[in-house]
């Protein structure tokens, strides 16, 4: 079982950075495969980005590369998206994920992740 918290969301400027953070409770943090994604009004969730347990690989989305990081802190069981250069069609609920360990997990599925985090949401004025 866990339970995911994030937090850092508010309104910026185009061209401005934000960091969420991404609280997990529980002891298995280490063992989890995490991940962001966000969904803007009207449109699908799309996957920003995600970081592989243990190894600490990261992938991105196509959109966010370049600009966005992903980083997980595990003495502290947190994981972070920092994210510059920010611009209007980043505005969105963004919410972090949790997956268990398992041969069939696709980073970029949503179905793949067991636990979400209620969100945060980023708005970007031009």
């Known amino acids: 079982q866990g339970q995911l918290v994030e937090s850092g969301g508010g309104l910026v400027q185009a061209g401005g950075s934000l960091r969420l953070s991404c609280a997990v409770s529980g002891r298995t943090f280490l063992s989890w495969n995490m991940g962001w994604f966000r969904q803007a009004p009207g449109k699908e969730r799309e996957f920003v980005g995600a970081?592989?347990?243990?190894?600490?690989?990261?992938s991105y989305g196509d959109s966010v590369k370049g600009r966005f990081t992903i980083s997980r802190d595990n003495a502290k069981n947190t994981m972070y998206l920092q994210m510059n250069s920010l611009n209007p069609a980043d505005t969105a609920i963004y919410h972090c994920a949790a997956a268990r360990p398992s041969m069939w997990y696709l980073r970029a599925d949503p179905g793949s992740y067991d636990y979400w985090g209620q969100g945060t949401q980023v708005t970007v004025s031009s």
């Open positions: 970081i592989q347990r243990s190894v600490d690989i990261v």
